[in-house]
């Protein structure tokens, strides 16, 4: 039997490889650029304000610190247990620390008692189990 074109289907498997590399190169570098910053937590101190979504509760105010609490391996975190209480949360946090998509808040430990989502420069959401916001922290 004589085939015109013996070698097509190694050429083509071969050109197929090159294009999955070459993609999946030009992929990952996209990845790497687009990465997130991690803010300083002096670029986020100061005086803040924690809202419902609904315009329900009272607005109320939190402090973030630059003071690093050694134990938590992040920095002072001050609010009223009563600002926190509508949060639900199953302890009071002490201390916060950046994150390159948001914020953690942590107890006396330093294990995460909250995740804020980083939704807009400077604009912090606590989201319920469906993805949407319930409370808001913005600077004040």
Not at 15 to 33: H, K
Request: contains cysteine; charged residues 20%.
């Amino acid at each position: 039997m004589i085939t015109l074109f013996p070698s097509t289907p190694l050429r083509a498997l071969r050109r197929i490889a090159l294009t999955g590399a070459v993609m999946s190169l030009l992929l990952c570098s996209n990845t790497f650029a687009s990465s997130l910053p991690l803010l300083a937590p002096s670029a986020l101190k100061g005086h803040w304000q924690l809202t419902d979504t609904e315009g329900k509760i009272a607005a109320c105010d939190v402090e973030l610190s630059d003071e690093r609490i050694e134990s938590t391996n992040a920095y002072r975190f001050t609010a009223s247990s009563q600002c926190l209480q509508p949060l639900a949360l199953t302890e009071l946090p002490v201390a916060w620390r950046p994150t390159p998509d948001g914020m953690t808040l942590t107890n006396a430990d330093g294990s995460r008692v909250a995740f804020l989502a980083l939704t807009a420069p400077k604009r912090y959401e606590v989201m319920n189990h469906g993805g949407k916001p319930r409370f808001v922290l913005t600077p004040r």
